[in-house]
Structure formats: structure tokens, C-alpha cells
């Protein structure tokens, strides 16, 4: 509890935040497939919904708002470094697996309940994990 309640206060707010629709596979083989199945013209969401081992699969890759804390380093720099209205090439995120992001908006927002509880949720996984 000490964990997600520092991680919690330790969000500003403001944040500044990206809105992602995001497509996580566990092979470079489909991200490969995923990869090719968007060039050649399908929605991310669609993609997401059919292959995507995260969550938001259900929700066709919605995500959301979400700050820096929420997702591992590398994909976040990834992420908030990435020119709204694209989506990703793929992002190797080690023993994550792999993602392909689609911002759709980069802001300075107010930082939401929801916002910080993901960004606790990741940093007491990772402590476990660690």
C-alpha cells in the first residue's frame, strides 16, 4: 500500500500525458504480422482487437490518457516522443514483448484518479517484480 500510495502522490498535476490507442503481441513474428496487416491498410484498432495481448484488446487498443510511470521506460519514451495523429513502427520492449502506438494527442492535462492508480499499478508490479 506504501508503494501505490507514494507512486500516486509522486504524479504531478498537471502531467503532461499522451491519449494512445496501443497493440502489445509477445513474438516479433506478430508484431511483424501486425505491422503488415496496418500497412496494408487496417485500422489499429481492428489489429488490436483481433491480436493484442493487452487489456485494451477488448476495447480495440483504447487506452486513453496516460502519463510517464504508466509503461516501461522505453516505450514511453517511444510514445512522447512520437508525432501526434501516427502510429509506431514496432517497439521492442524486451521482456515485455512488443507494441505498435498510435498517439492521437500529446497535452499538459489535469491528472485524473485513473491516471495516477495506473501509474501506482505499474510501480508496485515492477517492485514486485524486482
Request: net charge negative.
Amino acid at each position: 500500500d506504501r508503494i501505490r500510495d507514494q507512486a500516486r502522490t509522486a504524479v504531478s498535476d498537471p502531467s503532461e500525458q499522451v491519449n494512445i490507442r496501443i497493440l502489445h503481441v509477445a513474438t516479433k513474428e506478430d508484431a511483424d504480422t501486425a505491422k503488415q496487416k496496418l500497412d496494408n491498410g487496417d485500422a489499429l484498432g481492428l489489429v488490436a482487437g483481433s491480436m493484442s495481448i493487452d487489456s485494451s484488446a477488448s476495447k480495440g487498443g483504447e487506452v486513453g490518457w496516460v502519463t510517464r510511470g504508466t509503461y516501461s521506460s522505453v516505450l514511453e519514451d517511444a510514445m512522447f516522443s512520437q508525432t501526434v495523429g501516427t502510429t509506431s513502427g514496432i517497439i521492442d520492449a524486451g521482456d515485455e514483448g512488443f507494441y505498435i502506438v498510435e498517439v492521437r494527442a500529446h497535452e499538459t492535462r489535469a491528472t485524473t484518479d485513473d491516471v495516477r492508480n495506473a501509474v501506482a499499478s505499474r510501480t508496485y508490479n515492477q517492485a514486485i517484480s524486482d
